[in-house]
């Protein structure tokens, strides 16, 4: 997956919340209560799929503000962080 | 107590297995789906209306203000001028900046874009409210909303002899409550404690004087120097909203977490919470409070604050509908669903306020065995399998 304001291209598995990967992979992600309750982590997609670790449901269109903390990449995605 | 393969967990008002808590947690992410699902244009609707009829009742009483000289004016002008600002504060404010209407995807009713009439700029109290109170809700040394950092509100938090006042100064708090919570969300006491850098802390400070100038500037030169010769009057009606708009909302938060019958945790019997658990803490730690369609609306749906704390993000109106089913939960697994008329709650929450001032002994903990530490980092706990 790729970050597109910090420039990091990550590979990263269907399981992990975006949060962990973009902060593993050294990018500032901003955070709240990291269990989907605050939206204190919401993040614009450029491209591709999310799925939503709570409720399997896959969803993702350009534009689209996710919540990092409870999503994880169901495609390729870009996010602009 | 444990039971061979099985882990009993004993909050003072439930006694439900690891199996039932995760079955309760189950039966509500039900609930909580089946809204999201049907979530649409009855929902845009009603937060429209919602918005609209604010928006009218604020201009129509600002408008009757412009000759608040007249004291029928002055009357009908703060009255709809309060109706406003409690409308706008508590069923739209609250509750967008929750990211309850965020599904919408319009970008002026959105939680990142929202700037609420209050001192408190919307950042910050989604910090500590969104964040830290629903996270933490009820966890008493977490949660600071259990009396603010003043207010005594727990026999587990130490008495002081200032808190023999305590009945005064909330009386006070309630009237100022909007500054209260713009100071509350600085989170000076972080800031004592070292976990907050001075640096952070001036640029916060920044934001609010930013924010207050502009309300006041607003509020109190703005509309009172459109008011000419009424201006002085329009002043003072601005101020008593404002007051109105405090004493209300501080008398609706105080029914949430406070009266008899809500539970109260510690950070050891939170340890290792899963989904489930959490659920079932926001259920035991939140108090609604029964009334009319009108308190509903007035309260920002507060008066539901249990399903709101079960669901913070989903719609505020929404919340009476599943009202029942949750209640329905409760007689199933045998959990208080703690209630009353508003008089009632906010008498009860009262009383411990007066209760609290004189010092008492902590209650006895919950026994409860210890579960593995939840990762800081882990949010496996709380995704479905």
Redesign the interface.
Known sequence: MRFTRSGRTIAGDQAT?L??LG?DAGVVMPS?????????C?APVRSGQVRD????QVHGEAG??IQT??STAATDVELEL | MTEQGTVLMTYATARLSDADIEALGSELDRIRADVVASRGERDASYIHTVIKVQRGLEVGGRTLLLGSLLPPLWLAGTAMLSAAKILENMEIGHNVLHGQWDWMRDPEIHSTTWEWDLVTPAAAWKHTHNDLHHTWTNVVGRDRDIGYTIIRMSEDQAWRPWHLAQPAYNLLLAAVFEWGIALFDLELDDVVHGRKSKRELFDQVRAVLGKAIRQAAKDYVLFPLLSGPSAVPTLVANLTANVVRNVWAHTIIFCGHFPDGVEQFTVAEVDGETRGGWYLRQLLGSANIDGSRLLHVLSGNLSHQIEHHLFPDLPSNRYAEIAPQVRALCGRFALPYTTGPLYHQAASAWKRVFRMAFPSHPRPSHPRPSHPRREAAAVAPYAMA
């Open positions: 919340p949060l962990i902060e709240g209560c990291r269990m989907g309750i605050c939206f204190g919401v670790l709570r409720t399997n689209e503000l903390c409870i």
